[in-house]
């Protein structure tokens, strides 16, 4: 992760103290520490009628080359859900609809450190699919077929999709 060199209000080098229990960013010219909080992603498990799970492979770092789920950064202004399925649009080609929130958890990034990953499911979904921005690849593979996702948070939010999925078929 790169580490932060300057206050984002005032310009000033910054320095890590320990302030309020942890070791925190603070400007001494604002006098102020710098609080950093886990930057917001959501992702989608979206299964077609088969019970196959759509991936999308990565065409931008980290982990370019990778499969995981369609999904990113949530932005300014943005609910979660609006979010997932812009990206899912965006990555994809689809046009989804949340069937249910699967959870939040904590999220680890090589560039922002924590993030807080929100995951829904997707089960009705309309459009032709086709690869699209920050993906070179995008595909339904069946749960014996797929390949190995890479992010945690996405692995999990599979696992939690296809825990629901058999409580369902019982
Ligand atoms: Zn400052």
């Given at each position: 992760?790169?580490?932060?060199?300057?206050?984002?209000?005032?310009?000033?080098?910054?320095?890590?103290?320990?302030?309020?229990?942890r070791n925190r960013l603070f400007c001494k010219t604002c006098q102020q520490p710098i609080y950093e909080n886990?930057?917001?992603a959501s992702c989608l498990v979206v299964r077609d009628?088969?019970?196959?799970?759509?991936?999308?492979?990565?065409?931008?770092?980290?982990?370019?080359?990778?499969?995981?789920?369609p999904g990113g950064y949530i932005e300014m202004g943005e609910e979660p859900?609006?979010?997932?399925?812009?990206?899912?649009?965006?990555?994809?080609?689809?046009t989804g609809r949340?069937?249910?929130?699967?959870?939040?958890?904590?999220?680890?990034?090589?560039?922002?450190?924590?993030?807080?990953m929100v995951g829904y499911q997707v089960l009705s979904f309309t459009g032709k699919l086709v690869a699209g921005d920050d993906a070179d690849d995008a595909r339904f593979f069946a749960p014996p077929d797929m390949p190995e996702v890479v992010f945690r948070t996405h692995r999990l939010f599979v696992s939690m999709a296809d825990e629901r999925q058999r409580q369902h078929n019982r």
């Open positions: 992760m790169l580490e932060k060199r300057f206050c984002h209000f005032c310009g000033s080098r910054i320095s890590r103290i320990y302030l309020e229990g886990p930057v917001p009628d088969n019970g196959r799970i759509l991936l999308v492979k990565r065409s931008v770092e980290p982990e370019k080359g990778g499969w995981c789920l859900d609006e979010s997932a399925l812009r990206e899912l649009r965006e990555e994809t080609g689809l949340i069937d249910r929130l699967l959870g939040v958890m904590k999220g680890n990034s090589g560039i922002y450190d924590t993030l807080l």
